[in-house]
């Protein structure tokens, strides 16, 4: 089996857009898209490591304000220019995949073989920590404006992937 490192894509892989009145979003166009300070290098750095990079991510505003076709090339462009493995994402919230349900994580543990016990997910909300407290992953909370997860959040890419290979030399 092998072990993964499950990333959220908004706020942990990409930064969020300030749309005013304290909202963030995800980007809704590829001219929005920012990757978050760190990512490349911390996500070379893990597949170095010999996990697998899966995203997984929540995209309600597919089924409000965002483009399908405009959520495919933000898609294709991280798929381009990072080393993703695997791509999951849900927009319905009653969804058993919509986070912090467990169907994203079940789907890409059965798909590559993944082990829980040696993985972990790194994300910025406390979907992301629910998510990983019902699947059993290790979760490292990244601090990204609008996390919902508390102050004690502060951590940035750069620590948490230090963090995980780390724990993976022994």
């Keep these: 089996?092998?072990?993964?490192?499950?990333?959220?894509?908004?706020?942990?892989?990409?930064?969020?857009?300030?749309?005013?009145?304290?909202?963030?979003?995800?980007?809704?166009?590829?001219a929005e898209m920012k990757f978050c300070e760190g990512i490349f290098s911390s996500m070379e750095k893990t597949s170095k490591a010999g996990f697998l990079n899966v995203v997984v991510t929540n995209q309600p505003d597919l089924e409000t304000v965002m483009d399908i076709s405009e959520f495919g090339k933000i898609k294709s462009f991280?798929?381009?220019?990072?080393?993703?493995?695997?791509?999951?994402?849900?927009?319905?919230?009653?969804?058993?995949?919509?986070?912090?349900?467990?169907?994203?994580v079940e789907e890409a543990v059965k798909r590559y073989g993944i082990d829980v016990d040696r993985s972990f997910l790194i994300g910025d909300s406390d979907k992301d920590l629910k998510l990983a407290m019902v699947t059993g992953l290790a979760f490292i909370g990244i601090d990204s404006h609008a996390t919902g997860l508390g102050s004690g959040y502060s951590m940035s890419i750069r620590q948490a992937v230090e963090i995980i290979v780390q724990e993976h030399k022994h």
């Design 1 to 30: 089996m092998v072990k993964a490192v499950f990333w959220d894509k908004d706020g942990t892989i990409m930064e969020l857009v300030h749309r005013g009145d304290g909202l963030y979003t995800a980007p809704w166009y590829l």
């Design 78 to 104: 991280m798929m381009d220019n990072l080393p993703i493995d695997g791509f999951f994402y849900e927009s319905h919230r009653f969804s058993e995949r919509y986070k912090p349900n467990p169907g994203m």
